[in-house]
């Protein structure tokens, strides 16, 4: 077998492994943008919503009682760019993601440490609300988080 041959083997070969349609961006395969690319420019909620660290201040559960948060400063949310939010849910701490589009929200499962907190922490009533959460609202420095039950979970920018 000649050299040439070999390479324009080679050639066919890798151009056949190119062009299969399971890695073609219409079968759902993802897309590559180079290393200088611009990153993508966050909306004005997404701002909004980075502004501040968000203290919980109470849930109004359309299945069950309001809750008061007894100490907001242990139940926080904190958005980050690119999606990313910082919680801290009583004596744990963690992170997840999320996705906004125009009023709605959308909040991953958070990975969070597994301390056991003591008694009389709402971190479940927090967390379970936080699992829930449908759509949002900013006014002045009040985030009111939409629950998909009907129910609100209330926050206070701290300062």
């Given at each position: 077998m000649s050299a040439r041959f070999s390479i324009a083997l080679a050639a066919c070969l890798c151009a056949g492994c190119m062009s299969d349609p399971a890695l073609s961006p219409r079968a759902g395969a993802p897309s590559y943008s180079p290393a200088s690319a611009m990153p993508p420019t966050l909306s004005s909620a997404a701002n909004d919503l980075a502004?501040?660290?968000?203290?919980?201040q109470r849930a109004k559960l359309a299945d069950g009682p309001d809750i008061a948060a007894a100490s907001p400063d242990r139940y926080t949310l904190r958005f980050e760019g690119?999606?990313?939010v910082l919680l801290r849910a009583d004596c744990n701490s963690g992170?997840?993601?999320?996705?906004v589009n125009g009023g709605t929200m959308k909040l991953s499962p958070a990975a969070l440490t597994k301390m056991a907190c003591p008694a009389g922490s709402q971190d479940a009533q927090f967390?379970?609300?936080l699992s829930r959460v449908t759509g949002y609202a900013i006014d002045d420095r009040t985030l009111v988080l939409t629950l998909g039950n009907g129910g609100t979970m209330s926050f206070r920018g701290a300062p």
């Open positions: 502004i501040a660290t968000w203290q919980w690119g999606g990313r992170s997840g993601s999320y996705e967390l379970q609300g």
